[in-house]
């Protein structure tokens, strides 16, 4: 999608600072981070948000969980543990209308969320 801001990170028109990329998905650090580990890992389809999942795109999600579970371990946080957190919405609190997936470490994140 041509101005959506996280097509243009995908496609380096915008610069950010990368984690991760494959043929499905690209990961890179939170502008504002929330925890001392925080970066988004988002599919490089263009998809909404969580409410256009479907049968053709839902293997995307799994997909993006094994490679947080690989960079878990090769970033050294799988051991504490970590949290994934998608916002859908509004009332989710999503405001990038391009699908992406919160990692977040390195501290005690608590519960329930604000
Ligand atoms: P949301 O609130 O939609 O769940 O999360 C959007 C996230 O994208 C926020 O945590 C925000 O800090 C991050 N973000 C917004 N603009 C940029 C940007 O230009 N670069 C990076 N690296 N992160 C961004
Ligand atoms: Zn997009």
Not at 37 to 66: M, Q, T
Request: glycine content about 10%; overall charge negative.
């Amino acid at each position: 999608m041509s101005d959506c801001l996280f097509c243009k990170i995908i496609r380096g028109e915008i610069p950010s600072n990368k984690v991760y990329e494959d043929e499905l998905c690209y990961a890179f650090y939170d502008i504002e981070p929330q925890a001392p580990v925080h970066f988004l890992v988002v599919p490089k389809e263009h998809i909404a948000s969580a409410l256009e999942i479907n049968d053709e795109n839902s293997h995307i999600v799994g997909h993006v969980f094994k490679v947080v579970e690989k960079l878990a371990n090769e970033l050294g946080f799988a051991q504490d543990g970590y949290r994934i957190v998608n916002n859908c919405g509004k009332d989710g609190g999503q405001t990038v209308g391009h699908i992406h997936f919160h990692v977040l470490a390195g501290r005690n994140l608590g519960w329930p969320p604000g």
